[in-house]
């Protein structure tokens, strides 16, 4: 089944601890994108990727790292996690690189975040 | 200033009501893509409808239609006689190119909560 994949689902964590929200694709898709889900705001984009080894900083990049060291994978990291990055974190991927975000994009379930 | 608004922030409807869902965008392209997404209450985004913005043909899926108007800058959607299964937050956005020209983002709108009632 053709599918992106995040964990974990939920996650409570406190200040300053590092976490890694993997994300995975079977798809065989170039682009790949994380998103946060805040009330009144809708998603917004973090970073994005047009291929391995090609990571771009989206709207809201501050706080978060990524990596695309293999195609099907693109971590999210959050190097030291504060209260105002409890959101709800959308993956997403969709098959071409330059017009990755004009395609239709396939999202993962989303990852509840709660940093204390 | 923002790129895409759905000025209406919460709709509240009776079962078998039509509702129409608006969205106005702002873009300096002349090629984008408008996209519809539905996220019901279990939180997965379900996509319904793409559109590039040389196709200005309504669309009608079931019960769902979409009016597309460039004159107005927008992408309206109608729900034809509502359902309670249609109760959901739903997003407009809007695919153009970011300031650079070296790729697309994708932008959201802040989301329209509907409720069907019973």
């Known amino acids: 089944e053709a599918q992106v994949t995040q964990n974990p689902r939920y996650l409570i964590t406190v200040t300053g601890k590092k976490l890694t929200v993997t994300c995975s694709q079977n798809m065989n898709h170039e682009y790949m994108s994380w998103y946060r889900q805040d009330p009144g705001l809708g998603l917004r984009q973090i970073y994005y990727s047009m291929n391995v080894e090609v990571t771009d900083k989206g709207d809201v990049p501050e706080g978060y790292k990524v990596s695309r060291k293999e195609k099907r994978n693109f971590p999210l990291i959050l190097e030291s996690p504060s209260p105002n990055q409890t959101s709800l974190y959308f993956c997403?991927?969709?098959?071409?690189?330059?017009?990755?975000?004009?395609?239709?994009?396939?999202f993962g379930p989303g990852t509840r975040l709660t940093v204390l | 200033a923002q790129k895409v608004t759905q000025a209406q922030t919460e709709i509240s409807v009776v079962e078998k009501e039509d509702v129409t869902l608006d969205c106005v965008y702002e873009t300096r392209d002349t090629t984008y893509y408008l996209f519809w997404y539905k996220q019901p209450p279990s939180g997965e985004l379900v996509f319904l409808i793409r559109r590039n913005s040389f196709d200005e043909q309504n669309e009608i899926s079931g019960r769902y239609s979409w009016n597309f108007q460039k004159s107005t800058s927008s992408f309206n959607f109608t729900i034809t006689a509502s359902q309670v299964v249609d109760s959901a937050v739903y997003f407009c956005?809007?695919?153009?190119?970011?300031?650079?020209?070296?790729?697309?983002?994708?932008?959201f709108g802040s989301g329209t909560q509907l409720t069907v009632l019973p």
């Open positions: 997403a991927s969709s098959p071409t690189p330059f017009q990755g975000a004009a395609d239709t994009q396939y």
């Open positions: 956005a809007l695919s153009d190119l970011i300031s650079s020209g070296s790729a697309r983002q994708l932008t």
